[in-house]
């Protein structure tokens, strides 16, 4: 990817005149869509697109800015939907990813017939401290303590929101949590992660929760990885869950093997491998539908329909590279107002491949932070505020020359 960082300046002089011509040029700005995803780490989604109202109407005090909280089915999915729509957020006390209690969130929409679960809120890598990852025992027991909250609050439909995890456990603890019980070759129960991952021969429903019988299950992902492999849950996505390459030739024979008991042809299907393998639990366990994170929640939030006659949509992330065109929050907002003919103009606190990102749709790209402004202090909530508002000031001031 280093190929294609920053060879652009000139191309993203070009493409940002000529957005902003055509902006100017072909419509009055009068009202702008602002739909940021989180910047993780810095700023939620919510204050990521106060930031740039604030910044853009400083500079154009006639434009209406419609800020809407998005996510792609990680952290702050719940919230963004719940916000969006109108729904409740309950919590919950529940179990980390290691056993401690702690409190989660997650949303009530439709009078309390459907819940959102983003498993990052009970499951989630920041609720761990880098020395404290482990995917070998790291366990999503607390995201099925959520589940089963929602089930006995009377849900039929709960969509997962699958992102931000710190398991790799195939979403056995959450199983786990709604009664699956998991028996090696002598009978003997299994209850850790990794026992369960490299013994397990038989699986027990008797004890499933009642209330699972009929719910409609929705898995949002924004990964469409293999259960295993070399682009599988170990693989591709442990190391960050502090997995040596080790553990990771264990985590992923160990998923082979709990893939050839349960159903070796979904270890294929596409997303199975989302969340440290939660994708294939909830397909396989729970019948769940996979389907992108930002469809379901720009549907959800009827997003089309609140874009229609916005003269610009802005969106963007903390990171945003050529993957952003696959599956992520931006690109699903992109693709959205394409269809309606606005023109995206894409904020991220950081940029790589700006070319492929212009030839992907996007009308002009641009990073928030000051090339010489050092890492740890652009991730600090102040200065990410700071830097959005003046993105965003720079932004309104150009649609101003232009006109």
Do not use: W
């Amino acid at each position: 990817m280093k190929n294609c960082i920053h060879k652009d300046k000139n191309i993203r002089r070009i493409i940002t005149i000529f957005v902003v011509e055509k902006i100017s040029k072909s419509r009055t700005m009068t009202r702008i869509i602002a739909a940021f995803d989180s910047f993780k780490g810095s700023l939620t989604s919510r204050e990521a697109g106060e930031a740039f109202r604030r910044g853009f109407m400083a500079e154009r005090p006639d434009a209406e800015v419609e800020v809407l909280a998005i996510a792609d089915g990680g952290e702050g999915m719940a919230e963004a939907i719940s916000e969006g729509v109108g729904g409740e957020m309950v919590s919950v006390m529940v179990s980390d990813p290691l056993g401690r209690k702690i409190e989660a969130r997650y949303a009530l929409l439709n009078g309390g017939a459907t819940a959102v679960i983003a498993m990052s809120s009970a499951s989630g890598l920041t609720l761990l401290k880098p020395e404290e990852r482990n995917p070998l025992i790291a366990s999503t027991f607390g995201t099925g303590e959520l589940i089963v909250d929602a089930l006995e609050r009377g849900c039929r439909e709960i969509i997962m929101g699958l992102g931000g995890s710190a398991t790799n456990d195939c979403g056995v603890g959450m199983l786990r949590a709604l009664g699956y019980r998991f028996y090696d070759a002598a009978g003997e129960e299994l209850c850790d992660t990794i026992s369960i991952l490299e013994r397990v021969e038989s699986i027990s429903t008797a004890e499933r929760h009642p209330l699972l019988m009929g719910v409609k299950f929705t898995a949002a992902v924004d990964v469409d990885n293999p259960l295993y492999g070399a682009q599988g849950a170990a693989h591709i996505f442990a190391p960050q869950k502090g997995a040596s390459p080790e553990m990771v030739e264990r985590l992923d024979r160990a998923l082979r093997h709990y893939a050839d008991v349960v159903d070796a042809d979904a270890a294929e299907v596409a997303g199975a491998g989302a969340a440290g393998g939660m994708g294939y639990a909830l397909h396989t366990m729970l019948g769940a539908r996979m389907r992108p994170g930002i469809e379901i929640v720009l549907a959800l939030l009827d997003f089309e329909r609140r874009a229609q006659g916005a003269s610009l949509v802005v969106t963007g992330e903390g990171s945003i590279d050529a993957q952003t065109l696959h599956g992520k929050a931006p690109a699903g907002v992109l693709a959205a107002a394409q269809r309606l003919g606005i023109p995206v103009v894409a904020l991220g606190g950081r940029v790589e491949c700006e070319s492929a990102l212009l030839a992907g749709g996007f009308h002009a790209v641009r990073a928030i932070t000051p090339h010489d402004q050092p890492t740890d202090v652009a991730m600090q909530r102040e200065t990410a505020i700071a830097n959005m508002e003046r993105a965003a000031r720079e932004l309104a001031r150009q649609i101003i020359s232009q006109e």
